[in-house]
């Protein structure tokens, strides 16, 4: 009986993610991910399902760069009133663009966006964001072709192997600069920001981190030698103070668009990317995140 009590009581103060975090995969999205062949998590109300493009060899800016710094595509669902909210993110190469979205289109599903998030990427890579309302089930038989065609066949575009960066990065000294954690996958380490400020909504669905409304910055490489790229979600008024400040820092802006049709408040998001110290370049992106909604409540430690 103690030990019973004793969960009891953990359970009454643990904070509510860790239950968000420990969620069992709802019957109906298992049969998403068993009908798609795919793996996922369950979090924060929203199925995430992972459509890593392992099976390509990217370099960015004659750097090679792992899958985790930028090329894991997605799909996430989530419960809104009466039916279910699909939307998600597809890593493809020039010649997967077009017969992808056919199949998108074809299957009663929207495309919301296509856009790179790198200059000077061989192969090079575009981005399509796919959204849906229906049944779950309705949902994965819908995007079960365009998933098909993904890495189906070797890409007509050559790779490049470019340079690998040997060393490890302060994980701890970015965290702090940045004012948010991260988790390191394999040789990245990426921190995602939500913006809980931002009350976006779709049929009666919150809008959340998960389902795409998040800031993210990624680092690959050593304290001295790094990269960085990321996603920066923003409201009108706060575009240009964010360019500003990554131009001052001498991180290049390489996207400004939307991912989301038809929402209120109007979301834009930027992609970027740098090269040099690790923390300079985080320093570079606190700036430009402290222009918006979702900078820390901490103040900068850098």
């Known amino acids: 009986?103690?030990?019973?009590?004793?969960?009891?009581?953990?359970a009454l103060f643990l904070p509510a993610e860790g239950f968000a975090q420990a969620a069992a995969v709802p019957a109906e999205y298992q049969s998403v991910l068993t009908m798609l062949g795919r793996q996922g998590d369950f979090k924060d109300n929203v199925l995430r399902i992972?459509?890593?493009?392992?099976?390509?060899?990217?370099?960015?800016?004659?750097?090679?760069?792992?899958?985790?710094?930028?090329?894991?595509?997605?799909?996430?669902?989530?419960?809104?009133?009466?039916?279910?909210?699909?939307?998600?993110?597809?890593?493809?190469?020039?010649?997967?663009?077009?017969?992808?979205?056919?199949?998108?289109?074809?299957?009663?599903?929207?495309?919301?966006?296509?856009?790179?998030?790198?200059?000077?990427?061989?192969?090079?890579?575009?981005?399509?964001?796919?959204?849906?309302?229906?049944t779950a089930s309705?949902?994965?038989?819908?995007?079960?072709?365009?998933?098909?065609?993904?890495?189906?066949?070797?890409?007509?575009?050559?790779?490049?192997?470019?340079?690998?960066?040997?060393?490890?990065?302060?994980?701890?000294?970015?965290?702090?600069?940045?004012?948010?954690?991260?988790?390191?996958?394999?040789?990245?380490?990426?921190?995602?920001?939500?913006?809980?400020?931002?009350?976006?909504?779709?049929?009666?669905?919150?809008?959340?981190?998960?389902?795409g409304l998040n800031t993210w910055v990624a680092f690959y490489g050593s304290d001295a030698d790094a990269v960085v790229a990321g996603d920066v979600a923003m409201l009108d008024s706060e575009v240009t103070p964010v360019l500003k400040s990554l131009r001052s820092n001498g991180i290049d802006v390489v996207a400004i668009h939307h991912h989301m049709t038809g929402t209120q408040p109007n979301v834009i998001f930027l992609h970027y990317w740098g090269k040099g110290p690790a923390q300079k370049l985080a320093a570079g992106f606190r700036a430009a995140l402290d222009q918006t909604g979702a900078r820390p409540k901490a103040p900068s430690t850098r």
């Open 138 to 211: 309705d949902l994965a038989t819908k995007v079960k072709p365009a998933l098909a065609l993904i890495g189906a066949r070797p890409s007509a575009a050559a790779a490049s192997a470019g340079r690998t960066i040997a060393g490890t990065l302060d994980t701890t000294a970015l965290a702090k600069i940045v004012g948010y954690d991260g988790e390191q996958t394999g040789a990245v380490y990426k921190i995602t920001i939500g913006r809980p400020d931002i009350p976006l909504t779709e049929m009666g669905a919150a809008i959340n981190a998960r389902m």
């Open 1 to 10: 009986m103690k030990l019973m009590w004793s969960f009891v009581v953990m």
């Open 50 to 134: 992972n459509i890593p493009r392992n099976d390509l060899t990217v370099s960015v800016d004659g750097v090679a760069t792992p899958t985790p710094f930028g090329f894991g595509g997605w799909l996430a669902l989530t419960k809104g009133t009466g039916m279910e909210v699909m939307m998600g993110d597809l890593v493809l190469t020039e010649d997967e663009v077009n017969p992808v979205m056919s199949a998108v289109l074809t299957n009663g599903l929207d495309v919301t966006a296509l856009h790179n998030h790198f200059f000077f990427d061989t192969p090079r890579i575009y981005y399509m964001h796919v959204h849906g309302h229906g």
